[in-house]
């Protein structure tokens, strides 16, 4: 029922920004944790950062400070604004969502997935 796409990766150089979108069907947004992760090839899957139905936002220490969460309910689109991108950042990422739960950073507790969109950023 619950259906995730995401879509705005690319190619930058270091230093640069992309802006991710995660457009949702067969939920409202504001209703669910929505999370990012990103897997890297040979890597496992790793928590980048989430917003909970009250909008409360976590982040990876490695991303923080430089990515933003946020969502538009109207558009049922969460979206995740990288800034200052680094070549440790390239990684195929992933949006999830769960109805609710304290262990967000844990990607064995979402139940539904979108496709991945690329990221690749060159030093």
């Not at 604004?81 to 950073?105: F, H, I, R, W």
Request: a neutral charge; charged letters at 15%; one cysteine or more.
């Amino acid at each position: 029922q619950v259906q995730l796409v995401e879509s705005g990766g690319g190619l930058v150089r270091a230093g640069g920004s992309l802006r991710l979108s995660c457009a949702a069907s067969g939920l409202t947004v504001s209703a669910y944790l929505i999370t990012w992760f990103r897997q890297a090839p040979g890597k496992e899957r790793e928590f980048v950062a989430t917003i909970t139905m009250g909008s409360t936002t976590n982040y990876a220490d490695s991303v923080k400070g430089r990515f933003t969460i946020s969502r538009d309910n109207a558009k049922s689109t969460v979206y995740l604004q990288m800034n200052s991108l680094k070549p440790e950042d390239t990684a195929v990422y992933y949006c999830a969502t769960e109805l609710s739960g304290q262990d967000y950073y844990d990607p064995t507790k979402y139940h539904s997935w979108g496709q991945g969109t690329q990221v690749t950023v060159s030093s």
